[in-house]
């Protein structure tokens, strides 16, 4: 009876993690695809590219914009509660203690930082927002940077906990993987210094995601044989 409650339990569990996985990445992608098709013609601009593009995209893309950050918001809570669900589905064994505390602290991180920025992207064209003249272009820098290096540096400490915590359980291509976007993760953050770091942003970003949906398939599983 007991063996049943738990086996109905894992199932429960295994069918969430993957849920929340495989939401979070459809509402950030979601939320890429909402400015184009809400506002054709429109693209996000490169917040080290001109002011005037900038300025643009702000005015003529407002409404996009707020649906766009909307989802965004939606996507950082589905990795907030996975992150959670991973960190209670890594065995507690010795190290994977402390795997468990990167896995939530890192998860937990990540999905503020993205809350965040959708947070401050809206607040830019909220209804009846004073127009922000020259200060635009720096106020448009605080969502990038919340979900850019942010973001990724907080993803780092995810992956490594998520990676060292389930390295019993998880095919050996997928933990190659795992320490490979952990690398990346990690080569995101200076982009604080360097644009030349930008790449590492959407490899880290959406391999990412891909990896998150298919490591959640293995980890509740148990042990690998």
Do not use: E
Not at 18 to 43: K, M, N, Q
Not at 108 to 119: C, P, R, T, V
Not at 155 to 183: E, H, K, Q
Request: include cysteine; charge should be positive; proline fraction near 7%.
């Amino acid at each position: 009876m007991i063996g049943d409650t738990v086996t109905i339990s894992t199932s429960r569990s295994a069918k969430t993690l993957f849920t929340l996985t495989a939401l979070h990445f459809l509402f950030f992608f979601a939320s890429l695809v909402a400015i184009p098709i809400l506002a054709p013609g429109s693209r996000i601009p490169n917040p080290f590219a001109n002011d005037a593009n900038t300025r643009t995209f702000f005015f003529t893309a407002a409404s996009a914009i707020r649906v766009s950050d909307f989802l965004q918001l939606a996507s950082a809570i589905c990795l907030g509660f996975a992150a959670a669900l991973f960190s209670s589905a890594l065995p507690p064994v010795h190290i994977r203690d402390t795997s468990k505390w990167l896995t939530a602290v890192g998860g937990a991180g990540a999905a503020i930082m993205l809350a965040l920025s959708s947070l401050f992207s809206w607040a830019i064209v909220a209804p009846g927002a004073a127009d922000l003249g020259p200060a635009l272009h720096a106020f448009q820098f605080i969502p990038f940077l919340l979900g850019g290096p942010g973001w990724a540096g907080f993803f780092t400490v995810f992956l490594t906990g998520i990676t060292i915590g389930s390295r019993d359980l998880l095919p050996r291509w997928l933990l190659v993987a795992g320490y490979f976007l952990t690398f990346v993760s990690a080569a995101a953050t200076p982009v604080l210094l360097s644009i030349a770091f930008s790449p590492c942003l959407p490899i880290a970003r959406f391999l990412g995601f891909l990896w998150l949906i298919a490591v959640s398939i293995y980890v509740i599983r148990g042990p690998k044989v």
